[in-house]
Nanobody
Framework: QVQLTESGGGLVRPGGSLTLSCTVS????????MGWFRQGPGTEREFVAA????????YYTDSVKGRFTISRDKSKNTVYLQMNSLKPDDTAVYYC???????????????????WGQGTQVTVSS
């Protein structure tokens, strides 16, 4: 059984930074894509960032470009989300997701992913 475990969330002041981690265990094959999504109170789950597991292609939603960076460590089966210049609007539960056969057009859609973590809360507040 595949398990995705997120960590690194917390409370941070506006302008601060956090790094989220997501470690995949129990898997039998490499994913095509790893992504981060977030969901605020009363909102739908939205795409944040993703990367191709094999290759250098990354994807970001416009609101985080220049502030967030997604990366991976294949040796640790871990994907990271470095978040800088955080804003109150970034407050949400952040979810890691694994896509086995995700095509490019579905990279931004939660339905393009097969496995999900439990989420980690990020709160940006003064």
């Amino acid at each position: 059984q595949v398990q995705l475990t997120e960590s690194g969330g917390g409370l941070v002041r506006p302008g601060g930074s956090l790094t989220l981690s997501c470690t995949v265990s129990g898997h039998t094959s490499n994913p095509r894509v790893m992504g981060w999504f977030r969901q605020g109170p009363g909102t739908e789950r939205e795409f944040v960032a993703a990367l191709r597991w094999n290759g250098d292609t990354t994807y970001y939603t416009d609101s985080v470009k220049g502030r967030f960076t997604i990366s991976r460590d294949k040796s640790k089966n871990t994907v990271y989300l470095q978040m800088n210049s955080l804003k109150p609007d970034d407050t949400a539960v952040y979810y890691c997701a694994r896509g086995l056969r995700t095509i490019t057009s579905m990279t931004y859609n939660p339905r393009g992913y097969d496995d999900w973590g439990q989420g980690t809360q990020v709160t940006v507040s003064s």
